[in-house]
């Protein structure tokens, strides 16, 4: 059977499924024994969710250090408080079922911390939901399936792929991800290029379709599943893996070369990293600087807010990796799809329009200077760091983010504490408003860099993860090539430098456009940083500048797209990706001659 899905990180895996469902914790058909045996019900979930607990806290303890493990064992001392206790059992003695009981004790302790007014005191409750869910799954019997301990091979398979589900994964264990939702900007696709795992994203009803064990291919370039292929589909599927793992050994030829194209004009081609860790693989990928640096993960996962020393040591780390060269570290970029539970941020009606990223972060300064101080710091020594503002809208934003940064300095002055007193601070472009008015930001920006990935869903009102308006979110859309040029000439007349860190800086179809327009650095994942220095090299200027021409000539998203990868030798329409996996394959000898 072939399921059909986005086509969101190229690779062939084979494999096994894991299939991630999440728990219902429905217990409305629990029925109340009696009350001894509720309670032993009860007693033996405690137990358990402590035995569980402490196993996770050691891990934890072992990875990220004392600190974090105590918000573990903080709970399995919450839960064997004599008085939560006997609450628990009181709820059982009146007639409520062991689920009911923790359920209803948990929630109203989690209400009582949510209305504290000491920040630490609400982020409790964040703990305590987390913990009741973690409880009610174990009383109902319901799995919980650890993603660090998958066994080599596995195809996870799950609804959707979030940033935080990402943190305990074992990179070398995942031969593939599978999921029911996400387009190829979606974070779900992001994260899985930045490991290097090949992904087919939106599915649909892959969870009804696929059993864990299931034998699984994913063919990450084409969209394809195939479910408990034979023998002989096996055998072909490895053939084409090895194909591709040639390719990529054949473009390791480019790690060490300068980023030029064929009339000799140089780019600079960064990284987009999600870890201080990532840094070291950029470099060794070959990437000259890191374009983007999304500091969310940092702040996921945990149960609290990483401290002024927490990130002035991730920051600080890659910025030494990354010695004499570039790192661009985007602030905090929460909200919309990238949840942080302990922030207790109130739902909204249109998340992706709302209370988000440096909108957030302006209306939480306290929060916010802990992360200045730490990037201003960070960057005491190699002066290499530089602060890019998301989502940025208007210029009032600009400014208050300037005034909050000089506040800072003036602190760490007085504190007399190193920090980069020279430190740029630069706008990503992704909001439609910030593309329109790129002239006025370019005097309060220090550079520019586009995010594509927002720009375009923002520019043609298309959700980027969702599978259903993904015909519609184009970046080729003559709207968005239209805005990504303007910003780029804005930034040229202003004299300060502009890149692309949104996924279009890796596509070869759109590589000769930036390079026509005048963009000076592309910020890929660090997976596509050869092939898009063998890109680039391929083309020269007068190339670009004629090709650039045709495509802003014509007027669908369609027709440029079949324009543009005709001129780049990748077939259109459905046909693309099976012919592109050949043409990939057949390139072999190309880059073999230019090397
Ligand atoms: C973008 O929007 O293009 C971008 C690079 O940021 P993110 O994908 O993290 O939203
Ligand atoms: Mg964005």
């Known amino acids: ?67 974090e493990a105590e918000i573990l064992t903080g709970q399995i001392a ?60 174990i009383l ?72 864990d064990g299931d034998g699984l291919i994913v063919d990450g370039g084409m969209g394809e599943v195939i479910l408990n292929p034979d023998e002989r589909t096996r055998d072909e599927y490895l053939k084409g893996q090895e194909a591709l793992l040639t390719q ?11 980023t030029v194209d064929a009339s000799g004009k140089r780019y600079r081609l960064y990284a987009n990293i999600g870890s201080a860790a990532e840094a070291e693989a ?27 020393t927490v990130q002035y040591e991730a920051y600080r780390e890659v910025s030494h990796t990354m010695k004499g060269r570039e790192v661009i570290i985007r602030t905090l970029d929460v909200g919309g799809d990238k949840a942080i539970e302990y922030l207790n941020m109130e739902p909204e009606e249109n998340p992706f329009l709302g209370h988000r990223a440096i909108r957030y972060c302006l209306d939480c300064p306290e929060l916010y200077k802990v992360q200045l101080r730490a990037l201003l710091r960070a960057g005491a020594e190699e002066k290499n760091i530089r602060i890019m503002l998301p989502l940025v809208s208007c210029v009032e934003e600009v400014r208050s983010a300037r005034k909050l940064l000089e506040i800072c300095k003036a602190e760490l002055e007085a504190e007399r504490i190193p920090y980069d007193k020279d430190i740029a601070l ?67 007349e202003a ?4 890149g692309v860190c949104g996924e279009a800086a890796a596509d070869p179809a759109l590589i000769p456009l930036l390079m026509a327009w005048g963009l000076d650095e592309f910020s890929v994942s660090t997976a596509s940083v050869l092939s898009s220095r063998a890109c680039i090299g391929r083309w020269h200027e007068s190339e670009t500048a004629k090709l650039a021409q045709e495509a802003l000539g014509l007027s669908t998203a369609a027709s440029v797209e079949r324009c543009l990868r005709t001129a780049v030798g990748q077939p259109e329409g459905g046909e693309f990706r099976r012919s592109h996996r050949r043409q990939e394959i057949s390139r072999i000898e190309g880059i073999q001659g230019e090397i």
């Open 78 to 137: 919450m839960l064997a408080d004599p008085y939560m206790r006997s609450q628990m059992e009181e709820a059982v003695e009146g007639g409520s079922c062991a689920e009911a009981a923790a359920d209803s004790v948990c929630t109203m302790y989690a209400g009582m911390f949510a209305c504290a007014e000491d920040e630490l005191m609400r982020q409790r409750s964040a703990d305590i939901r987390d913990m009741r869910g973690r409880l009610l799954a």
């Open 282 to 308: 950029a470099l060794r990928a070959g990437a000259e600087g890191i374009g983007l640096f999304r500091t969310e993960f940092l702040f996921m996962n945990r149960a609290s807010l990483p401290d002024e």
């Open 248 to 258: 990529r050994a054949l473009l390791a030829a480019y790690r060490d070369r300068p």
């Open 1 to 67: 059977m072939i399921l059909q899905g986005i086509a969101a990180s190229d690779g062939i895996g084979l494999g096994r499924a894991v299939c991630v469902r999440e728990a219902s914790l429905d217990y409305s058909n629990v029925r109340y024994s009696d009350k001894e045996t509720e309670k032993a019900r009860l007693q033996e979930g405690i137990a358990e969710f402590s035995r569980r607990t402490s196993a996770m806290a050691a891990q934890i303890r072992e990875r990220l250090g004392e600190k």
């Open 495 to 498: 004299g300060i430098p502009v």
């Open 426 to 492: 630069g706008v990503m472009i992704e909001t439609p408003a910030a593309a329109l008015i790129a002239d006025l930001l370019a005097r309060e920006a220090g550079f520019f860099s586009i995010g594509t990935n927002d720009l375009t869903q923002y520019t043609i009102a298309a959700d980027r993860g969702n599978a259903m308006v993904e015909k519609l979110y184009s970046v080729f859309h003559p709207a968005v090539l239209r805005s990504i040029r303007n910003v780029i000439a804005a930034a040229k």
């Open 140 to 211: 109902l019997g319901e799995m919980e399936l650890d993603l660090s301990q998958l066994a080599p091979g596995s195809v996870l398979v799950a609804r959707d792929l979030t940033p935080s589900m990402t943190v305990g994964l074992k990179k070398e264990n995942i031969a593939a991800i599978l999921t029911e939702t996400g387009g190829r900007t979606s974070h779900a696709a992001i994260l899985a290029r930045a490991l290097e795992l090949p992904a087919v994203l939106s599915v649909p009803k892959a969870l009804e379709f696929i059993k």
